[in-house]
């Protein structure tokens, strides 16, 4: 009876866990099979040949090199700004008595949970009117505007829960407040910092709607907004498309990868508190 | 997060702290990050509000019209559509999401042998982009795709029809891949939520008697209240934002059928450049988040005050 169910158990999440990866690896498959092939036999077949020149074709001809340079033009200092500013501001507000420090950090907060849809269009406005339209910097500053809320909320939960004696101690040895947040907080607010950083990275990199709203060039798009461009450059060419779709993916999958039990704690440190 | 705070130990500390908050290193710390999001976030926040009041083509000056684009919403069929079509996609993809995410969270939650690997695969999509993961459907869908070739294999090719362009099923092809990607990013919410409940619960439940459903119904869910009201308020913001998926497969077509009030923004404002009338509809969005945004803030404000 046990058996029975340790078997049902496994046979369901064989089946659903194929149903999950499946379309990924069949994209995966498609990306290396040639065009000749799927002309013939359709996306739905099974390949009958193998060819890494999509990869070539996306990375070179679909602009898809010059747009992962891009995304990680506007990516890396993204991450860097917003958490480095959400952490001055998280440092502050949660050890100090600042007045209205309440406030503040919920106003900041409310900032984020806006939809983006009331800000689209005074910030295109607003980045034409500062000559950054159009610019990896409009995007940049929107990206570290908008996160910035919810940074800032989430490391001042877990500054603020920090012993209050190490900052005390820090103080009695002479230590300044620049000193203390550099030396004292910083490090101790790494695993927060490790876990926003790999969600931000993600969010950011797979951004399509601020991007196609303060950019308009095709040679300044990032990564995820130019392989809807790849899609109508290359109609019918499903393997050059698939193959973008995967060089699209790696890097938040690597990531991912990388800092995987940073991301899932991530995830959860909104939903415990 | 444990939420015990250090409070014991501020009385000796206090008028130092007092003392130190004067400090313009400090002022600086919390009003640079403050005015980046003001010039950022706040103020277009408002503009967006006075621009709902103007007819505005984005090269004139907008001018004032008062409420004419909040009346013409009214008598809007395109618009009536898309908050239709908002409507069901907060019921089925944040219903399903929630469903589904809780589901196998339930399921996957005990240290099992091959756990890891099937909460790795439920979670892959999540970091995915939405347009990565549009793309991946498209393939799905395309005629004589895998939809397609499934359907004929159990002899179902009756069924088989342009998935995407037929406005029956193009909303609900939209929210398929949608779904996809954000049941296992619900599961893992809810198995952090899972792992804060104390195992002593549960085995006291079970010495009372209490068989599985009444533990998950008496214990389970009241002690998930927490996350139930993340994850709730998640849901409805992201459902209220979806746009990138639907852009990414139809644009909102074939003939609307599929568009949300995020596209119908999108579209308005940059592709008709009606600078008034899309900011009036991206204002019916924040008045339906308003509620939801309104809760996560009482919530937080709770959270600080304890």
């Known amino acids: 009876m046990n058996k029975l169910r340790t078997g049902a158990f496994h046979t369901g999440m064989i089946l659903l866990s194929l149903l999950w990866l499946g379309p990924v690896l069949w994209v995966v498959v498609m990306s290396t099979r040639s065009f000749d092939d799927i002309a013939a036999h359709g996306v739905g077949s099974l390949p009958r040949s193998f060819t890494l020149d999509t990869y070539r074709q996306a990375w070179t001809d679909g602009g898809e090199l010059r747009a992962l340079i891009n995304s990680m033009l506007v990516t890396v200092p993204s991450v860097a700004l917003s958490l480095g500013l959400a952490a001055t501001a998280a440092f502050a507000l949660s050890r100090f008595r600042i007045p209205g420090r309440r406030t503040i950090l919920l106003l900041m907060l409310a900032g984020n949970l806006l939809p983006p849809q009331i800000l689209l269009i005074p910030v295109a406005k607003f980045s034409e009117l500062t000559g950054l339209y159009d610019t990896l910097w409009a995007l940049i500053a929107v990206q570290v505007g908008f996160g910035l809320g919810f940074y800032t909320f989430v490391l001042h939960g877990f500054m603020r829960d920090l012993p209050g004696e190490i900052q005390e101690a820090a103080t009695i040895d002479g230590a300044g407040t620049a000193q203390i947040f550099t030396k004292v907080m910083l490090p101790l607010t790494r695993p927060a910092l490790a876990a926003l950083g790999a969600l931000s990275f993600t969010w950011i990199f797979n951004d399509l709607l601020w991007a196609i709203t303060v950019l308009r060039t095709d040679d300044n798009m990032p990564v995820t907004p130019a392989l809807l461009a790849l899609q109508g450059q290359f109609v019918s060419s499903w393997n050059v498309i698939a193959a973008g779709t995967v060089i699209a993916a790696v890097p938040t999958v690597a990531v991912f990868l990388r800092f995987q039990r940073h991301f899932v704690s991530g995830l959860a440190l909104g939903a415990v508190k | ?306």
Request: charged residues 15%; proline residues 5%; without cysteine.
């Open chain 2, 1 to 306: 997060m444990t939420a015990t705070i250090s409070t014991t130990s501020v009385t000796p500390t206090r008028r130092r702290r007092r003392s130190a908050r004067l400090s313009p290193l400090l002022v600086a710390f919390v009003l640079v990050p403050f005015a980046v999001e003001s010039v950022w976030v706040f103020w277009p926040a408002i503009q967006g509000f006075w621009f709902s009041l103007t007819r505005w083509d984005g090269m004139t000056p907008p001018t004032f019209v008062g409420t004419d684009n909040y009346v013409e919403l009214a008598g809007d069929a395109t618009f009536r559509g898309a908050l239709v079509n908002t409507v069901i996609w907060l019921v089925l993809f944040g219903g399903l999401s929630v469903l589904g995410g809780f589901g196998m969270a339930l399921v996957l939650q005990k240290e099992r042998r091959f756990v890891g690997f099937y909460r790795a695969a439920l979670f892959t999509p999540v970091v995915f982009s939405l347009v990565v993961t549009a793309l991946v459907w498209r393939v799905f869908y395309q005629p004589d795709g895998i939809a397609d070739t499934l359907l004929r294999a159990v002899g179902l090719e009756q069924l088989i029809r342009p998935w995407l362009a037929d406005p029956q099923t193009a909303l609900y092809a939209v929210i398929l891949p949608a779904l996809w990607r954000q049941i296992g990013y619900v599961m893992v919410l809810f198995l952090a939520g899972l792992k804060a409940i104390d195992p002593a619960l549960h085995e006291a439940a079970r010495v009372d008697g209490a068989n599985s459903w009444q533990r998950l119904r008496h214990v389970t869910i009241p002690q998930l209240k927490g996350v139930n009201a993340v994850v709730l308020s998640v849901i409805v913001i992201d459902s209220l934002r979806s746009f990138d998926i639907v852009w990414s497969l139809t644009k909102g077509g074939p003939y609307h059928s599929s568009e949300l009030l995020s596209t119908y923004m999108y579209s308005t404002a940059f592709q008709s450049l009606r600078l008034g009338y899309a900011s009036a509809i991206a204002v019916v969005i924040f008045v339906l988040a308003l509620a939801v945004i309104l809760g996560y803030l009482v919530r937080a404000f709770r959270e600080e005050a304890s």
